[in-house]
């Protein structure tokens, strides 16, 4: 036992001189603990250039920006709202970029507010924005031209809040804009085919929930069928869906015992190549807001 209890000793006095010569007391200095390097992109794939600067474009007013890549020509398109009102569009080909006054061009559209969607469609570019009279314009252009047609007179429509998405269905061969209606804010879609511009209240045809008015409409393309996601004033995120029956209704975050949203602003989108869809929102309270995945 008393040869036991020495080994033990010595076990003891072993360690405590490594220990101090870790700190100090070791003619050889441990090496410095090493700083976790920071994670960066090579500068050789992220580059930056002022667009502004670069075409001589005026100054944005504050509200969005819209930007696609239009086909067949695959170029690039930014599209924002300027002062006065006027739709700009700042495009790329092969030779550089470029802008373009699409207000001007056809014509003198009437004048927007403050946001703009855009999208590519049978060779034309559209940009869908709401006039400070809260008609529904599209500024469409071609190789004949541009030209601009009042959506809300056309279909006999309800007047629009801010919230508007629009988008080109070529399988379909259709066009569509999502939007909320002022002041009942209701879901509605403005839709078009060969024979023209149509409406349909989603609140009458499918009982949807009113939205959320500090929100927006997102929408795509996914598995043959359209997809309109938003949030509605009972703070769940809501789909409407489409497939060869017609329109559907689900309540997304019911479905899967979701949070609710704090409304606002929130993204969606597809990914067709695992099959998937997903939701990020943001979720209540207010004093413990949380960002989360609806799929």
Not at 88 to 117: F, I, M
Not at 127 to 147: F, M, N, P, R, V
Not at 183 to 197: I, K, Q, Y
């Amino acid at each position: 036992m008393a040869d036991n209890g020495f080994r033990q000793l010595l076990a003891v006095a072993a360690t405590a001189v490594v220990a101090a010569g870790v700190t100090g007391c070791s003619s050889h200095t441990a090496p410095p603990t090493a700083t976790p390097a920071k994670a960066t992109v090579p500068q050789s794939l992220w580059q930056q250039q002022d667009l502004s600067a670069l075409t001589g474009a005026p100054n944005a007013v504050l509200g969005g920006i819209a930007s696609y890549v239009s086909q067949p020509d695959g170029g690039q398109h930014v599209l924002y709202v300027k002062v006065q009102g006027h739709i700009e569009d700042l495009w790329h080909d092969g030779t550089g970029w470029h802008r373009k006054d699409l207000s001007t061009a056809a014509g003198g559209a009437p004048p927007s507010r403050l946001d703009v969607s855009g999208y590519s469609f049978q060779s034309a570019q559209h940009a869908i924005y709401l006039g400070t009279d809260h008609h529904i314009q599209d500024l469409w252009w071609d190789q004949s031209g541009s030209h601009v047609e009042d959506l809300t007179a056309l279909t006999h429509s309800p007047l629009a809040t801010d919230a508007i998405t629009g988008y080109g269905f070529e399988a379909q061969g259709t066009q569509h804009v999502v939007y909320f209606s002022w002041p009942d804010d209701h879901v509605h879609e403005l839709w078009s085919d060969r024979t023209g511009w149509h409406h349909t209240d989603m609140a009458a045809v499918l009982a949807a929930p009113p939205a959320d008015q500090g929100g927006h409409p997102a929408a795509y393309l996914f598995g043959g069928g359209q997809h309109v996601i938003y949030c509605g004033q009972d703070r769940h995120m809501h789909e409407l869906w489409s497939d060869a029956g017609g329109w559907h209704l689900g309540d997304v975050s019911a479905a899967a015992g979701a949070e609710s949203s704090i409304g606002g602003f929130f993204t969606a989108y597809a990914f067709a190549a695992q099959g998937t869809q997903h939701v990020i929102y943001k979720s209540a309270p207010l004093e413990d807001i949380h960002l989360r995945e609806l799929w």
